[in-house]
C-alpha cells in the first residue's frame, strides 16, 4: 500500500505562485509515474502534470511554461511549482501514483486533494 498526502493549496491573486507538494509512504519502491491531476466542479479530472521514475515529465499544454513537476526521491515527495497562476487554474488539485508493468497500470493511489483558488 501507498498513503499520499498532498499540502500547499490556498488563495492566490491572478499571477501569482504556489508550491504542491506530495509526500509518498508505505511501498514507495512500487511506484513508477507520478502525476499531479486536478478537477473543477462539474468538470471532468485531467492530468496536469507526470514525472517518470526515469525523471522524463510531460505537462498540458495549458501548464507549459508556467507549472513545473519535481521529485526528491530521498524525501519521497513531488512537487508542482505553479507560476503565473490563472483563474481558470482554480480547481482541487490530486497527487497521483501509479503502479506499472507492461505497460499496465496495476495499482493507482490517490491523496486526498488540496484546494488551489486564484482569484482577485
Known amino acids: 500500500q501507498v498513503q499520499l498526502v498532498e499540502s500547499g493549496g490556498g488563495l492566490v491573486q491572478p499571477g501569482g505562485s504556489l508550491r504542491l507538494s506530495c509526500a509518498a509512504s508505505?511501498?514507495?519502491?512500487?511506484?513508477?509515474?507520478m502525476n499531479w491531476y486536478r478537477q473543477a466542479p462539474g468538470k471532468q479530472r485531467e492530468v496536469v502534470a507526470t514525472i517518470t521514475s526515469g525523471g522524463s515529465t510531460n505537462y498540458t499544454d495549458s501548464a507549459k511554461g508556467r507549472f513545473t513537476i519535481s521529485r526528491d526521491n530521498a524525501k519521497n515527495t513531488v512537487y508542482l511549482q505553479m507560476n503565473s497562476l490563472k483563474p481558470e487554474d482554480t480547481a482541487v488539485y490530486y497527487c497521483?501514483?501509479?503502479?506499472?508493468?507492461?505497460?499496465?497500470?496495476?495499482?493507482?493511489?490517490w491523496g486526498q486533494g488540496t484546494q488551489v483558488t486564484v482569484s482577485s
Open positions: 497521483n501514483a501509479a503502479v506499472v508493468l507492461r505497460g499496465m497500470t496495476l495499482m493507482n493511489y
Open positions: 508505505g511501498r514507495t519502491f512500487t511506484i513508477d509515474i
